[in-house]
């Protein structure tokens, strides 16, 4: 009988847990998580600041799920040792657990960098239950809030504090938001509706020093000389998996390196979620994609072999989707076309909706869609596959067969191309 143990109590976690116990009803599980909640969604956590979501909802499970799974449950400790030729692990509590087979989900952290580290009061990301819960309450308190980091994590929650009633300043140091996810047409519509909405916005900005008292935060000095009022800062500058506990054991590079059946280079070590670095089907190469579904497919294939069933991951492919009040953007794979031999992109635009699609040779490897999300669904299932039945299944999506064939080919009004 294995003994399995799983690290990290979130959807790559839990959806290991599901995996495991669908091919292994009787081998003991144990899971190990540093959060004392059962199992809740990340994703929702700017809806609970906005207020549109209340905490219950958030909550994925209860504990009933893991008495169903058969699982023991260790909430509020953290794992300090890992014994990999004794296959143990050390808790913060002192406590010694053995495993046969060992599942590392441990997740990501935001990366708090210069001017914002060493970590001080007044000062944090948003990540974990406790950091909402901080926030929602400082928003009812009529506190300034500054959110540094113009990426979809920033926007999001800019956008849920000025729906919870609030006046948020969003700093962006590029000079336009999403400047990782998306070209300048399409955030500069994202930017305007932003405006229309209220949101104060100000780009290409560094924030040089967080300016503070012996109450804490008073303000940011910018690289521009002028400075924020604000009584807490929010960093929102992306996210660094937390892999210290196999870094110096397993190979590591940005993340945890696994091959796709969730495998790392240690025997019985598998990892799976945001701390993990795999292949991406857009670019070809290993990348951390750190995003929700990732999590859900990896943790599965990873319970899957855990328990002895072959199942592969079929590679990550980078997304991200956000709501502006009301205007839909997603962006997924490759965004901005290399100035290289083989690269193209094509436009098409109609009013607030824009649509861009990047190719790699015949092949389509990425897109920006602002306004026309629906179309997410097929492009990403045409990136996936590599082929070129890609603009007939756009054309069941919504969009004329005759009309994706000009986008593709270019030379229509309001389609522009370029290559390189």
């Known amino acids: 009988m294995r003994r399995y143990v799983v690290v990290g109590n979130s959807a790559a976690g839990v959806s290991a847990i599901r995996s495991i116990r669908a091919y292994d009803g009787s081998g003991p599980i144990t899971l190990v998580s540093e959060e004392p909640y059962p199992f809740y969604s990340r994703v929702l956590l700017t809806h609970y600041v906005a207020g549109r979501v209340p905490r ?162 008073e303000g940011l000095v910018l690289s521009d000389g002028t400075c924020v009022a604000c009584d807490l800062v929010v960093v929102c500058k992306g996210v660094e998996p937390r892999a210290e506990l196999l870094a110096g054991k397993a190979e590591v590079r940005r993340g945890v390196v696994v091959d796709d059946r969730m495998r790392t280079s240690l025997p019985e070590v598998y990892a799976a979620g945001d701390v993990v670095e795999c292949t991406d089907v857009a670019w070809g190469q290993g990348r951390v994609g750190a995003i929700w579904p990732h999590a859900v497919a990896q943790g599965k294939v990873a319970g899957a072999n855990m328990a002895g069933v072959h199942l592969l991951f079929r590679g990550a492919l980078a997304r991200n989707s956000l709501d502006v009040f009301g ?59 590599g082929d ?26 309001g389609a522009e191309g370029s290559g390189g």
Not at 103 to 124: C, D, Q
Not at 356 to 378: E, H, M, N, P, T
Not at 401 to 406: F, N, P, Q, V, Y
């Open 56 to 217: 219950e909802r958030l909550f994925l499970v209860g504990e009933g799920f893991y008495r169903v799974h058969g699982v023991e449950v260790l909430l509020g400790v953290r794992v300090v040792g890992l014994d990999v030729y004794g296959r143990r692990l050390e808790l913060s509590d002192g406590r010694v657990i053995p495993y046969d087979v060992l599942l590392v989900a441990t997740g990501a952290r935001p990366v708090l960098a210069r001017p914002f580290s060493p970590a001080r009061e007044g000062v944090m990301g948003l990540r974990f239950l406790g950091d909402a819960e901080r926030l929602r309450r400082a928003t009812a308190a009529g506190a300034r809030v500054a959110v540094v980091g113009g990426g979809p994590a920033g926007i999001k929650l800019a956008c849920a504090l000025r729906e919870a009633g609030g006046n948020p300043t969003l700093l962006v140091s590029s000079p336009h938001i999403l400047s990782q996810v998306a070209d300048d047409e399409a955030a500069l519509l994202l930017e305007s509706r932003l405006a229309a909405h209220g949101l104060r916005v100000r780009c290409g900005v560094e924030v040089r020093e967080v300016a503070g008292g012996p109450h804490g935060v």
């Open 327 to 385: 205007l839909p953007f997603v962006s997924m794979g490759v965004t901005r076309v290399p100035p290289e031999p083989g690269w193209s992109s094509q436009v098409l635009r109609d009013g607030d909706a824009y649509l861009k699609l990047v190719f790699r040779g015949g092949r389509i490897v990425g897109a920006v869609l602002v306004g026309c999300a629906g179309l997410a669904g097929v492009i990403q299932a045409a990136i996936r596959r």
């Open 388 to 413: 070129g039945a890609w603009q007939q299944r756009i054309a069941i999506a919504g969009i004329p067969a005759e009309r994706a064939r000009e986008v593709c080919q270019g030379g229509i009004p």
